[in-house]
């Protein structure tokens, strides 16, 4: 790909919207162009501030929710009859009532018959079909490739950023950060931690952050390097939606161990070359600076 | 509807409230507009929360109602005029050379950052604030804005263009906004 080419499709590969192919022609030419890579730094960079600004402004909303809450308790105690005319919206995907009774002749004719689930036989039969549908999706719920994709791109971002000459190389390009105050100001935007998390005390440090997405959604990848042990990732992002799930799992995935949580509003993925007992030492020392009182006990 | 389904619209809906007014917040640069768009988000939302598909994603459902408010309190009962990528795309220049005399080591001040947002227009605001800030997809930002998806991406692509011009050429705060 030649500059042009780049250019044109530099903000669907920062939104990580670029197919998989086209992205890996794009990567070559970006370390090697430094106008190229200085746009993508550029826009990575505005978008990370107007993030970070945006939650610093975010404000408390205590008396808007419970106005909301008061509302619709009053809609609880004083139902009024839903009308097809209420929404106000025309052909957008707003919610519309698609249960209301109709007032045309036909409509009334079908009425005076006892429709389906006026019969409890049938009835019965629904309501068996919806509970099998629930058990169903509660089994499945456990092994849903959802998490899975979250996981295995977790993996491959820790493979391919934790070397330090890709680091290095991407450091140049403007899209990895190593400074304290850019790796922080980052944190701010990613998490409810202040600062990145401190590792020293299981011996690594030198953070670095890329922002990556795991399974479409944008994280913060941090990548710690050690004297004497394989390089450690860390995945956080802020739990508006769910990544993950709640409580703290442990698995193995291409010959790494990794240990997953959220905790006070943040999700974090930990992936290491290291034993189970260090991951997991790692993760309840990362959740206990998430500033829980009792989180290391809480987890298990 | 009952009690136990309000404490699932508290644990489902309600804790996208923060993100909603937010991002009402810079569409209607008035607070208690802001507010009244809020609510009525979530009253509607609350009317057909029953018909909410459980397994679908709460957070764009419910920015759609919101976009959906908006329209319909400007006034506008069609839907928002749909540009092709081509049409928006024929006046976008592509740098060519190194044109970035900027610093890369200089720190992007947030505020100055927000002010230029509000110097764009509503469309450019809505797509950056969808993408950029709340992280939706391309897809779930076309689906929430009821646009086609090359409609996002160019007015994607302009504003975030638009947002550096004005913060390379000093002009982020303005009197006009």
Redesign the interface.
Known sequence: MN??EV??VI??YL?N?LSARDSLEVQPHLEAC??CA??L???T???D???????????E?SQ??A???A???E??ENPTP?TSS??????????????SPTTSPTANKALRRPVWWQRPALRRIAALLVIAIAAGFFLLRGSSPFNEKVYADAVADHDHHCTLEILNKFEKA?YVFSRREEIDERVVAYSTLQHAPDLTAFGYDEPRAVICKLN???TLHIVYQSQSQEPLSIFIRRR??EMIKKELLELTRAEHKLVSMARNGTELVVVAALDEAQALGITKAIAAQFGEANSANAIR | MSEPQLEKFEREALTNLDALARVASRLTRSRSDAEDIVQETFLRAWKYFDSFDAGSNCRAWLFRIMFNVINFREGKKTRLAETSLDDEDRNIEYERGNVFAFDPLKKIEGRELMEATARLSADYRAVLWLVVIEEFSYKEAAEILNVPIGTVMSRLHRARRELRKLMLTGKATGTDS
């Open positions: 500059c042009e250019k044109k903000q669907l939104d919207e430094s106008s200085a746009l730094a550029y826009f960079r505005q978008d501030a107007l993030r970070a600004a945006a939650r610093a402004e975010t404000e909303h808007l929710r106005g909301i809450l509302a619709i308790q809609a609880i839903t209420t929404t106000g919206s025309t052909t957008s995907s707003a919610p519309s009532p698609t249960t403007g479409g959604m944008k508006d939606g």
